[in-house]
């Protein structure tokens, strides 16, 4: 037996060795970026050359392919679409993924047939559920109703099927956000919204379908809704639940986010009650948002304030400016002055001057230019406080300042009073307003002319008839003496008004040309243990680097921080229960260098708090500009670019108000 044995050994061996060569069949992603070939196709990515990526999705390493189709992803080319098709094929299930991603970015309706033939139904062995979520997906940013009628109607995913579950929910999501929905899908959702046997990360999808999707029916299941929110352990799914029941208009619905509101113990949950009170009568819920103005934390305070600035009624005007008085902290208390202000009947001139007294009064005894930004916003909600504008905003040295006050004379132009509070001198005053407008776009200050420019770019304000004596050529002057890509978003505000003055039905989308390489010698001194240290006055943010996804984001990030740059920045912009934002020079989200970086997209997901990423005036704009987000936003998903997270001090990011300091900015290897 045993010669036997080692005779058969020896005739296999000897068989072997007789057949061909056969190279090793690579099926793995590997993202090294010292492989030089890899950095090459990061580089035609950053470069947006679609033809030179084009080639690497022929290539025979797979992580080549993968690169290439998330770089056609970033760039969003149409013209690639041919290319991608086939790899929808690929043997390796996270190339597929990545393809049916690039193909979703693109959002062309015709792909829907090659997404839907792309999906392998028969893999029993689960070796393409990442990519078969992934062109479900997909299918939610190109597909009509009718695909998502079929997507809706599956039920056959079970609670472990969750990379198939996840794209089910986020494709109907998508199809939401486009406007397209369907009752299968609502009822699909809030059934996952609602069980606990779904993976947490379905459950907040779903939610965040209610909380986002327009048009949609829940009257009938509102009962049950509203109990499995009180219920509810994760404020996530809370969160987004209540926006979903409030859509009711329904008293039960109301009677819940009023209960809820008292006792939930999560601020994000507790701000977007407040907001979700929108649906319903003002005098039903106004008790509610009153004590809200009490609350332990400030951004539902200012959650509050903002109800009554944007929902209040005439007749509590001066109930809004007797709080204002006695309020301490200063941005609550001009909040409640510009709700007073702005729902005042326009025949209570005095309490609306009286309110102008208090507000000079602020502003001439602060230095914190934040403040008197807010302070020339809420003056601005009496009409007849357009001299202010120019004379603490336009005539200005403070950049903020500008744009604060051209922020104001816009807003006074587009008043529903500004008829009734001028009369017969409407015409008069609209064309002082417009020359004070000319004069911050003249004034060459980047944020004046922004804003300015997009006020020219709104029919009713009837910029046509104002230039039809004087021309407008000066402005397209302006827009070519701008510094590009430095004031890329300015530049991109201005071109719109000249199209819309011009009749153009279309308007160009101006992006700035390559100018920033990714530095390759930073992204390869980066590990899993690098970090960012940012510290602020109210206390330590840890942040943790994606350089595998966004090396030119995270490079840039780290750069910028190593050169000092976010030291003594403000925190410029906050919305409770959505994103911090910051990395502006001027302080008012117009700021920016001599430079810009593309947009870096890939299957990350914004799908929990803490996420970083780059602020943006549409795609390949970026450059200094960042957010944190408070909780999840999937509809910021591909739109922008995510370059890290939050790993220690998301309890310091919650507390950040407007005004806040960076004090110092630091990077650990």
């Not at 030089?36 to 990526?53: A, G, H, N, P, V």
């Not at 007073?340 to 914190?368: C, E, G, R």
Request: net charge negative; charged share 25%.
């Amino acid at each position: 037996m045993k010669k036997i044995g080692l005779y058969l050994v020896t005739i296999i061996l000897v068989w072997s060795s007789c057949m061909p060569y056969e190279e090793d069949t690579l099926t793995s992603i590997k993202l090294d970026y010292s492989d030089k070939e890899l950095q090459q196709i990061m580089d035609f990515k950053d470069k947006r050359l679609t033809d030179s990526l084009a080639t690497y999705l022929l290539s025979k390493n797979p992580t080549h392919r993968y690169a290439a189709a998330l770089g056609i992803a970033s760039s969003k080319d149409k013209d690639a679409l041919e290319q991608l098709y086939p790899l929808l094929q690929d043997p390796v299930d996270n190339v597929r993924g990545a393809v049916a991603f690039a193909i979703g970015q693109i959002g062309d309706t015709l792909s829907t047939s090659y997404l839907l033939n792309g999906f392998d139904s028969n893999d029993s062995m689960r070796l393409f559920n990442s990519s078969n979520g992934q062109i479900l997906e997909a299918v939610g940013k190109c597909g009509q109703l009718p695909e998502l009628t079929s997507l809706a109607s599956v039920k056959t995913y079970n609670e472990l099927d969750t990379a198939l579950i996840l794209g089910q929910v986020r494709g109907i999501y998508r199809f939401a956000l486009r406007g397209i929905t369907h009752s299968k899908g609502t009822e699909l959702m809030l059934k996952y919204a609602q069980s606990e046997k779904y993976p947490q990360e379905v459950r907040i999808m779903a939610a965040n379908y209610l909380h986002r999707a327009r048009r949609i029916e829940i009257d009938s299941t509102i009962a049950t809704v509203c109990s499995t929110i009180k219920e509810e352990k994760d404020p996530k799914i809370r969160m987004a639940l209540v926006t979903g029941i409030a859509k009711s208009k329904l008293d039960f619905s109301r009677d819940t986010l009023i209960s809820m509101l008292g006792t939930d113990e999560d601020y994000r949950v507790k701000c977007n009650i407040i907001r979700a009170f929108s649906f319903f009568e003002y005098d039903d819920v106004a008790n509610a948002v009153f004590t809200a103005l009490s609350d332990k934390n400030q951004h539902v305070q200012h959650a509050a304030a903002d109800f009554f600035y944007h929902n209040g009624k005439a007749e509590d005007g001066n109930v809004y400016r007797n709080l204002a008085r006695q309020e301490t902290n200063s941005r609550l208390k001009i909040r409640l002055y510009a709700a007073a202000n702005k729902n005042l009947s326009v025949y209570f001139t005095n309490s609306k001057s009286s309110i102008t007294m208090d507000l000079l009064k602020m502003f001439n005894t602060t230095d914190d230019m934040q403040i008197k930004v807010a302070i020339i916003d809420a003056l601005a909600e009496f009409e007849w406080n357009y001299p202010q504008m120019k004379k603490l905003g336009l005539d200005s040295n403070e950049p903020v300042l500008k744009t604060a006050g051209t922020n104001g004379l816009v807003k006074i132009l587009k008043s529903d009073k500004f008829d009734k509070t001028f009369g017969l001198g409407k015409r008069r005053v609209g064309n002082e307003i417009k020359d004070m407008l000319m004069q911050s776009i003249r004034s060459k200050d980047a944020g004046s002319i922004a804003v300015a420019a997009d006020a020219i770019s709104d029919a009713a304000l009837d910029f046509k008839t104002y230039f039809e004596t004087t021309g407008f050529k000066f402005l397209d002057t302006v827009r070519m003496e701008l510094p590009v890509p430095k004031e890329i978003e300015t530049y991109k505000s201005l071109e719109k008004a000249i199209a819309f003055l011009n009749g153009d039905e279309e308007v160009k989308d101006s992006k700035p040309d390559y100018n920033h390489p990714i530095e390759w010698e930073m992204v390869e001194n980066l590990s899993g243990r690098t970090r960012g240290i940012i510290q602020t006055n109210k206390g330590k943010i840890v942040i943790e680097f994606f350089p595998y996804s966004s090396p030119g984001s995270a490079s840039n990030f780290i750069r910028l921080t190593k050169d000092g740059y976010y030291d003594g920045k403000v925190i410029h912009r906050v919305v409770p229960n959505f994103v911090v934002q910051g990395g502006c020079n001027r302080g008012d989200g117009y700021g920016s260098e001599d430079f810009s970086i593309r947009s870096e997209f890939s299957p990350l997901y914004y799908n929990d708090e803490g996420y970083i990423g780059m602020a943006s005036a549409g795609n390949d704009t970026e450059s200094t500009q960042w957010f944190i987000t408070h909780s999840p936003t999937p509809h910021l998903d591909g739109n922008y670019t995510i370059f890290g997270k939050v790993r220690d001090g998301m309890d310091v990011v919650h507390q950040l108000q407007i005004g806040d300091v960076i004090e110092k900015a630091v990077i650990k290897f």
